[in-house]
C-alpha cells in the first residue's frame, strides 16, 4: 500500500551492511545498535545487491507487513515481502526502510520502504534475488552491548 510522505528532514540511515562470500550465493550481514535497526540494515543490503544504491531516488513510499512465529521466520518473512515489492507492481527498489512497528512477543513488522521503481536505463542491473533462505541464518543480540547483527543467505 502506498503511503504519503515528506521529504522534508528526510535523512538516510549510515551503510551498517556487507556481502559475504557463498558457495553459489551471498550471505548477507546487517547489524545495528537495534535488532530493528539491523533488520532493515539487512533489507536495504538485499536491493543494493540488485542495483546499485547511489542512483535510486526517494520517490515514493509504500508499506509492507510481515508475520512470524519466531524471529528467524519474521526476518525470513520481512526480506520475501520486500522481494515481492520488487518482483511485482510497483517494482520498488528501496533506498531506505523505516520499521515503524517491531513486535518481538508477537512476531510482526510494519515497514514504511522509500525508493523508486525500477527502471532500466537508469538503475544498473545487479544480480537477480531468486528467494531468501533459512540456511545459516543467524540472529545476534548482545543487548548489554547494544549490539545486534543478522546474517542471512540470499538465493541468486
Known sequence: MEVEFSRENFLLPEMKYEYLDHTADVQIHGWGS????????????????????????????FEIEAHGDDLESLLFHFLDELLFLFSAEPYLVCKKLEITKFDVENFEISCHCYGEPFELGKHPQGTEVKAITYSAMQIIQDVEASNYEVFVIIDI
Open 34 to 61: 537495534s535488532l530493528k535497526e539491523a533488520f532493515e540494515q539487512c533489507g536495504v543490503a538485499m536491493f543494493g545487491y540488485m542495483t546499485e544504491l547511489d542512483y535510486v531516488s526517494v520517490e515514493q513510499c
